[in-house]
C-alpha cells in the first residue's frame, strides 16, 4: 500500500517575473528591431526622395514624373507584369488541376521539379533562356532560327518560369481544399466535365485565383534578376534603380521609383489578405478529400500537359547543368570541369560568403521569427495587434526597396549603426527581416495548431509561461522550427535584389557573382556558379529532410 | 478550509454566461455542477482556476482572496474534457510534470509519480507516450498528473464525457474512489444528471448562468424546488394545477399536497415522478389525487413498463407512468385513472 501524502516542498523561487513582465520584456525585444532595420530604413527612402536642394518636398516625384522615360518605365512594368501573369496563372492553375484531379504517374516526382525555380536565384531562368534562345542560344545556333529573345517577350517568359511554382504552391491548396460533395453532387446531377469545372471547380477557387494573380503581379514588377539579364535595351522600374543608383549615383531618383514600386507592392498584399480571410471562411469541417476516379482520356491528357509542364520548367535547370560542364557554350561542346575551378573573381570566396550568410540568417531568422509568433501567439493583450502588423509588414516590401533603405539609413555617418555599414552582419540582419514575415506566418500557423489546452494544462500544473515554452510548445514546434531554418537558408541563398545594393567586394556573394560573370559575357562560369548554388539549396533540403524523417516527423513542408 | 464564491459574473460581450454566482466549497467534499451544455459551467471552473477573469465578485480560499494569485501558483489540479496529456512526454514524465515546475529532487519526482500512476492502475504503462495509450488510460494519467503535486483543490471539466460508456462507467467509480482516499475538495462539471447523482456529495444545478438549486443527490432528486431542476434530474411530470384559496386543482380534480401549498391565488406546478404514480380503474365522482386519462402508448423494458398517458383535463399532456414488476399493463386507449400519494407531490416555481 502505497502512501499518499505527499510532503515534497515547492521549491520555486518566491520572486518571479509576472508573465506580464515576461510579455514587456519580450515585445520590446521584438519589436526594437523591427524598427531599427525595417521601419526606420523605409522611413530612410520615403525621406530620402522628399529631401532636395532647397529642403524638403515632393519635388523629386514632381521632376521624375514629369520626364517621358519615367512613364515609359511604368508602362513596361506594368506590360511586362500583366503578360507574365497572364502566362503563368492559366498554365500553373491547369497543373495544379491535372495534379488534384487526374490520375497522374509519378506525381510526387512532379510536384518537385516544377518547384526546382525556388533552388536559384531569379536570374537563372534569363540565363537559361540566353542559353537556349539567345543570339548564341542553342536553338538559333543548331536549328537557325533567327528569334530575338532579349527584350520584352524575354522577361515575361523568364519571369513567367521563376513565379510558376509560387503559383503552382497556391492553387494547388486552393484546389485541395475545395469540397468534394460538391463535385460529387454536380457529377450525380449529370452535370458534364466542362460544366463542373465552370460552375464548381472555378467558383470553388476563385479566391486562390485572385491571390495568385497579385502575388505573380506582384514579384513580376518588383523582381530585378531576370529583366537585368535578359531586358537587353528594355529598361522596366526595377532595373532602373539599379542603373540610377549604382550606375549614377543618383540616389534621389532611386528613392523615387522605390516608392513607386512599393504601391503596388503594398496594395497587392493588403488584398491578398483581404481575400484570404474569405478563402478560410470557404473551408467547412465537412470538406474531405475529392475521390479520383479513373477516366483514360482525362489522364493521358492531363499527364501530357503536367509532364511538357515539367520539362519546360526543367529545361532552365537542365541547360545550365550542362552549359557549365562544357568547354565553350555553344561553339565548342566537348566536356569540362574547367568551369568549376573558379579562377575569376574571388575564386569560391562568395559561394562561401553566400553559405556563411545563409547560415547565419537561417539560424537568426528562426529565433527572432519564432520569439515574434511567441509574443503575438501565447501573450494575447492589447498591444498584439500591433506586434502582429510588424511582423507580416516586410510581406509588402520589395527586396530591391528594403536593400535601397537599408543604404539611406546605415550609410549616415550620424546614424550610430553606420558601423554596420558594409559588414557581413548587415546582410544577415537584411535577410532575416526581408523573409520575416513569412517565417513568423508559418510559426503562427504552427502555435495555432496546437493550441492553449497544453498551455492551460501547463499553467494549472505550476508552470510559467517560459517553462510552458521550454518544455511544451518547443518541443511540439520543433519540425515546424526546422522548416523555417530551410526556407530561410533557401531564400538567402538565392537572394539578389535584397542585397545587391550592400554588396562590397569584400562581402560578394554567389548570386551577383552570377550576375556580374554574365554580364561580362562568361556564361558557362556564370553557369557553374548557379548550378553549385542550386546544389547547396538541395544538398540542405535533403539533409534536413532526412533528418526530419529519421525523427518521424514526415509532414513538415520544406519547399515555400 | 473551504471555497467560498461571492457574487460572481461574467459576460462575453453580449452573452451573460454567469449572472451573479454565490457558493461555498466545504472541505474534502466532492461537487458536481450540472447543467445544459451552455449553462456556464465550463465558465465558473475556469474562473475558479484562474483561467478566465470574472467582471464582478469574488473567490476565496480559506478566507484569502484569489484574485490576485495567478493561475500557476494556486496549486489546483485540473483535467481537462480533451485529453490535455503533453504528446511529447511519456505518461510517467507528464504525471511528473508539475513536480518538475516545483523544482523537486529528481528521485523523489521519480517516486511520486509513479505512486500516483500506480493510485490510476497504469503502472505498467509508464513509459508509454500518450497516442500509445486509449483515451480511458490518457485521462487516468491526466487524473494521476493533476493529483501528484497534491493540490488543494481537484477541478475536472467533463472528463468522461469523450469516453464511451463502458469506460465512462469504470472511470466515475474509480475518481469517486479516488477522491474519497485522498480526501481532497473536488469540483467536476458535467452535463449527465445520471453521472452526478452517482458522484457528487453535492450537487449544483445551473441554468443559463445562475444557481437553480444546490443539494444532495438524494434532495434535489425527492425535493427540487423548480421546475427546471425537477425536470433536468430523473425527469419529472409537470401538471398544471391552479391554486384556489390555498387548494391546488388539476381540471377539476382537487389535488392534495403532504408539503404546505402556496397561499397566493394563480397558476402552479405540481411534479411528480414516473414511479410515484399507480394507474386504477375510472371514478366517475371527482375524487382527490385521481385524474381520469387515455392511455397512449406503452413502451415494455423488461423489468419495467413504461405507459404514457393524457389527462382528460389536459389531453395536450403526456404524462409518464413507470410499472414495476407484476403490474398488469393497460392496452393503448383504455380510459383510466392516475393516482398518487400526496407525499409524492412537490409544489414548483
Ligand atoms: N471564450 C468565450 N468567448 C465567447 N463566449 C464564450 C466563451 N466561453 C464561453 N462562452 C459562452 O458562454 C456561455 C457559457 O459557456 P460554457 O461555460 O462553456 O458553458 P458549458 O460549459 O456549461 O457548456 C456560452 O453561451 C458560450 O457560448
Ligand atoms: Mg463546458
Known sequence: ?560 | MSLVINSLSKHFGEVTALNNISLEVPQGCFVCFLGPSGCGKTTLLRIIAGLEQPDNGEITLNNKNLSQTHASNRNFGVVFQSYSLFPNMTALTNVGYGLRCRRLPKPDIITRSKEMLALVQLQDQADKLPEQMSGGQQQRVALARALAPDPSLLLLDEPLSALDAKVREELRHEIRAIQQRLGVTTIMVTHDQEESLVMADLIVVMNEGKIEQTGTPKSLYEHPETTFVADFIGGMNLLPVRIENGAAYFGDTPVTLAEKTATQNGEGKIGVRPEALTLSAPTNDTAANHIPCEVKSITYLGNLTRVFVSPAAHPELKVTVELHGQSPVPSPGEHLALSFAPEALRLLT
Open chain 1, 1 to 560: 500500500m502505497t502512501t499518499l501524502t505527499f510532503n515534497g516542498t515547492d521549491r520555486r523561487k518566491t520572486f518571479r517575473l509576472g508573465d506580464t513582465g515576461i510579455f514587456l520584456a519580450l515585445t520590446t525585444i521584438v519589436c526594437i528591431p523591427i524598427f531599427l532595420f525595417l521601419v526606420f530604413p523605409l522611413f530612410g527612402i520615403l525621406v530620402r526622395s522628399l529631401s532636395t536642394d532647397d529642403g524638403y518636398g515632393v519635388g523629386n516625384f514632381t521632376s521624375t514624373m514629369s520626364t517621358l522615360r519615367f512613364w515609359l518605365l511604368v508602362r513596361n512594368s506594368l506590360g511586362v507584369s500583366f503578360t507574365t501573369m497572364l502566362i503563368t496563372v492559366p498554365l500553373a492553375y491547369a497543373f495544379a488541376y491535372a495534379l488534384q484531379r487526374a490520375r497522374i504517374p509519378f506525381k510526387p516526382f512532379l510536384r518537385l521539379a516544377v518547384l526546382t525555380p525556388l533552388f536559384a536565384p531569379s536570374l537563372v531562368q534569363a540565363q537559361g533562356l540566353i542559353l537556349l534562345l539567345g543570339r548564341n542560344g542553342a536553338l538559333n545556333r543548331f536549328l537557325g532560327f533567327e528569334l530575338e529573345i532579349y527584350g520584352f517577350y524575354g522577361i515575361a517568359i523568364a519571369n513567367a518560369l521563376y513565379n510558376f511554382p509560387y503559383a503552382f504552391l497556391i492553387l494547388s491548396a486552393a484546389l485541395a481544399i475545395a469540397d468534394a460533395r460538391t463535385y460529387e453532387s454536380a457529377e450525380v446531377l449529370g452535370a458534364r466535365p466542362w460544366r463542373i469545372f465552370r460552375t464548381v471547380t472555378i467558383p470553388a477557387t476563385r479566391y486562390g485565383l485572385v491571390v495568385t494573380c497579385f502575388i505573380v503581379f506582384t514579384l513580376s514588377m518588383t523582381d530585378f534578376g531576370n529583366p537585368i539579364v535578359i531586358g537587353g535595351n528594355f529598361s522596366v522600374l526595377a532595373t532602373e534603380i539599379y542603373n540610377q543608383v549604382i550606375g549614377q549615383a543618383q540616389f534621389a531618383l532611386g528613392a523615387v521609383i522605390g516608392i513607386v514600386l512599393l504601391i503596388p507592392a503594398v496594395l497587392g498584399k493588403s488584398l491578398e489578405r483581404m481575400v484570404s480571410k474569405r478563402q478560410h471562411a470557404l473551408v467547412t469541417a465537412q470538406s474531405r478529400n475529392l475521390q479520383i476516379r479513373p477516366a483514360l482520356g482525362r489522364d493521358i491528357a492531363a499527364s501530357v500537359f503536367a509532364y511538357a509542364m515539367v520539362l519546360t520548367v526543367l529545361s532552365i535547370p537542365l541547360i545550365v547543368l550542362l552549359a557549365s560542364f562544357v568547354r565553350l557554350w555553344p561553339y565548342n561542346m566537348t566536356l569540362t570541369l574547367r568551369h568549376y575551378q573558379f579562377d575569376v573573381q574571388n575564386g569560391t570566396a562568395p559561394l562561401w560568403n553566400s553559405v556563411y550568410i545563409s547560415l547565419a540568417t537561417a539560424t537568426l531568422g528562426v529565433l527572432v521569427s519564432t520569439l515574434a509568433a511567441i509574443v503575438v501567439h501565447k501573450f494575447r493583450n492589447s498591444l498584439t495587434g500591433f506586434v502582429s502588423f510588424l511582423a507580416i509588414l516586410p510581406a509588402a516590401v520589395p527586396g530591391m526597396v528594403l536593400g535601397l533603405g537599408y543604404v539611406f539609413f546605415f550609410n549616415n555617418p550620424d546614424n550610430p549603426l553606420n558601423f554596420l555599414y558594409g559588414s557581413f552582419a548587415l546582410l544577415v540582419i537584411l535577410s532575416v527581416y526581408y523573409n520575416h514575415s513569412q517565417a513568423f506566418l508559418i510559426t503562427s500557423t504552427s502555435l495555432k495548431q496546437i493550441g492553449a489546452t497544453f498551455d492551460e494544462a501547463s499553467t494549472m500544473l505550476g508552470g510559467s509561461a517560459l517553462t510552458t515554452l521550454r518544455r511544451v510548445t518547443i518541443p511540439l514546434i520543433w519540425p515546424t522550427l526546422l522548416g523555417v531554418w530551410v526556407f530561410y537558408f533557401m531564400r538567402t541563398m538565392v537572394s539578389l535584389s535584397a542585397i545587391i545594393f550592400l554588396i562590397t567586394p569584400a562581402t560578394q556573394v554567389a548570386s551577383v557573382s552570377v550576375l556580374q560573370l554574365s554580364d561580362r559575357g562568361a556564361i558557362n562560369q556564370a553557369a557553374a556558379f548557379s548550378v553549385c548554388i542550386m546544389g547547396i539549396v538541395i544538398g540542405c533540403l535533403l539533409l534536413v529532410r532526412g533528418v526530419l524523417w529519421l525523427f518521424g516527423a514526415k509532414s513538415v513542408a520544406l519547399i515555400r
